[in-house]
């Protein structure tokens, strides 16, 4: 069965990492999915995986952080496929350069506010009036779990934005619900990111110190994260709304 049959979804981010692995398993479960990336050459290559497998993907490269290439990608979206049902704000930035408020530059903040709130404020501008007029649907929030923790290593901006993802999408949850529009949070943990790591391979005490703390013994990879994200898409989630999802491998549980 198809799980995403009809349905057609724009997801950020989707160049690489957590976002090609979820326009990737949107397509394979049956949506039409139009992905946004500011890497060009990034996008044609999720979008070259996804046709080999049968995907029905369109692509468009764009800044989320800059209103009227966000409002070009939904109406972009819209004269692709017709409609538009979910959003999945999955782009988002977390600086090498993101230490302590003490030490952190405010260039440094600024850049990651525009990225991780911003963006996902300008997306669901744009996109959620024309959920509603799809007849409903649902947004998909990325935020983390280290806005639900301290860290002794902090990446505060990065921290602070994630916190302020969960804050909005508990308001669209209220705001848009009665309008059939469910808004949802995952929070995941470390991930196996390209990102993450390439940092890890060249730090190994840092590589052991996160892997202590996780229970389960490993790093998330995308696909524990898209499974979550697959599931607020589609029609199983009709009851899920305002939710922070949790999955970390039982970081956020651990007391030592």
Sequence with gaps: ???????????????????????????????????????????????????????????????????????????????????????????????????????????????????????????????????????GGSVINVASFVALVGCSVPQDAYTASKGAVIALTKSLAVQFGPKGVRSNAICPGPIETPLLMDWLLKEPREKAKRINRIPMGRFGKSEDIVNLALYLASDEAAWTNGAALVADGGITANYF
């Design 1 to 135: 069965m198809n799980r995403l049959q009809g349905k057609i979804c724009l997801i950020t981010g989707a160049g690489s990492g957590m976002g090609r692995a979820a326009a990737l398993r949107f397509c394979a479960e049956g949506a039409r999915v139009f992905a946004c990336d500011w890497k060009k050459d990034a996008l044609e290559e999720t979008a070259a995986l996804a046709r080999k497998n049968g995907g029905d993907i369109a692509v468009l490269a764009g800044d989320v952080s800059k209103e009227a290439e966000v409002r070009r990608a939904v109406e972009a979206v819209v004269k692709s496929f017709g409609a538009l049902h979910v959003l999945y704000n999955n782009a988002g930035i977390f600086p090498d350069d993101d230490h302590s408020v003490v030490n952190t530059d405010e260039k440094v903040w600024d850049k990651v506010y525009a990225v991780n709130v911003k963006g996902v404020y300008l997306m669901c501008k744009y996109a959620i009036p024309e959920i509603i007029k799809a007849g």
